[in-house]
Every structure is written in structure tokens, then in C-alpha cells.
């Protein structure tokens, strides 16, 4: 429903290239548009406040609030290419739809850069020596990460759409 009536989204989503639609450059009131994404919010507002305490956040005076929260639908074939998401604390993506061959959420490490002369890692090396980590996420999955750290979503492999919200918090 959003992909078909949100106008300014399909058009940010054609200008840039993004296969597929997201609201993300569109609509910023999804969680008063409709009682469900309000809903969400609040379930994942308790998430974020788990997860800055397992960060050992220091949040003073502040707190964590949702600063955007936003659909993608992610067409057979389409990526998502290696970003960050500036000016936030926490991010993370909820997955609606994963239809089998759906992409994996690929984490990159954030040494990487550092790591020029360093010779490459065993298949077997244990997940926190790789350079890269994928998630992959069923329908209902969360994933939380802090909003520093560089992601990118690769080719999707299923053969139709695969569904998920995307969120960032800020620290106000």
C-alpha cells in the first residue's frame, strides 16, 4: 500500500537508482500513519533501551529516541549498497518478508580499513575474525546495530520481494 501511493518515494527510489521502493526519503510519519508502526515503535523503543544498557551507554541527561523509521521492498536481483547512518546512535531493520534466497544482512568490520598488510582469514576462522559477517534474517527478525557501523544488503537472490522496515535512533 505504501509503495503505491507514496508518489515521492517511487520518484526518490527512480532518481536514485534504488531497485525496488523505500520510504525512507518520503515518509516520516509512519508511526502516527498507522496504529501498527506506532505499535512497533514502542516495542522497539524498549529493544533500544536493552541493547544501549548492554552497550554500556552512558546517556547522561539524553535518551535514545526514534529518529526515522522507514519500508523497503527489495526487488529480485536488487542490493543495497555498503553505508552508515550518520547523526544516529542505533539502527537496525525489522524483516517483514524473507522469501527463501532473500539477502543476508552483511556487517563489515570496522577495522577493516586498518588491516591492509594483514594477510586474508580461514573460511574456518572464527565469525568475529572475518571481514565480513552475514545475518540472515527470517520474517519476524530483528536486527540492532550501532549506526557507525558499515552494512550493505547484496544481491537479492529470492524471487520476489523481500519486505522490512529500517529504523534509527539518536541520542537527544
Given at each position: 500500500m505504501l509503495a503505491r501511493e507514496d508518489i515521492a518515494g517511487r520518484a526518490w527510489c527512480k532518481a536514485n537508482n534504488y531497485d525496488g521502493y523505500t520510504s525512507y526519503a518520503s515518509l516520516n510519519d509512519l508511526t502516527t500513519r498507522a496504529s501498527v508502526f506506532g505499535e512497533l515503535k514502542t516495542k522497539l523503543d524498549k529493544h533500544a533501551a536493552t541493547f544501549a544498557k548492554d552497550l554500556a551507554f552512558d546517556l547522561g541527561r539524553g535518551r535514545l529516541k526514534l529518529d526515522s523509521l522507514w519500508a523497503n521492498?527489495?526487488?529480485?536481483?536488487?542490493?543495497?549498497?555498503?553505508?552508515?547512518?550518520?547523526?544516529?546512535?542505533?539502527?537496525?531493520?525489522?524483516?517483514?518478508?524473507t522469501p527463501?534466497?532473500?539477502?543476508?544482512?552483511?556487517?563489515?568490520?570496522?577495522?577493516l580499513p586498518m588491516m591492509m598488510a594483514a594477510p586474508p582469514r580461514r573460511r574456518d576462522a572464527p565469525q568475529d575474525d572475518q571481514a565480513f559477517v552475514y545475518l540472515t534474517p527470517e520474517a519476524g527478525t530483528v536486527f540492532m546495530w550501532e549506526s557507525w557501523l558499515r552494512h550493505e544488503v547484496p544481491a537479492n537472490r529470492?524471487?520476489?520481494?523481500?519486505?522490512?522496515?529500517?529504523?534509527?535512533?539518536?541520542?537527544r
Open positions: 521492498l527489495l526487488k529480485p536481483g536488487a542490493t543495497h549498497s555498503g553505508h552508515i547512518h550518520p547523526h544516529s546512535v542505533l539502527s537496525g531493520t525489522i524483516y517483514v518478508t527463501p534466497g532473500s539477502s543476508a544482512l552483511k556487517l563489515e568490520d570496522p577495522r529470492a524471487k520476489t520481494e523481500r519486505i522490512s522496515i529500517s529504523f534509527n535512533y539518536g541520542w
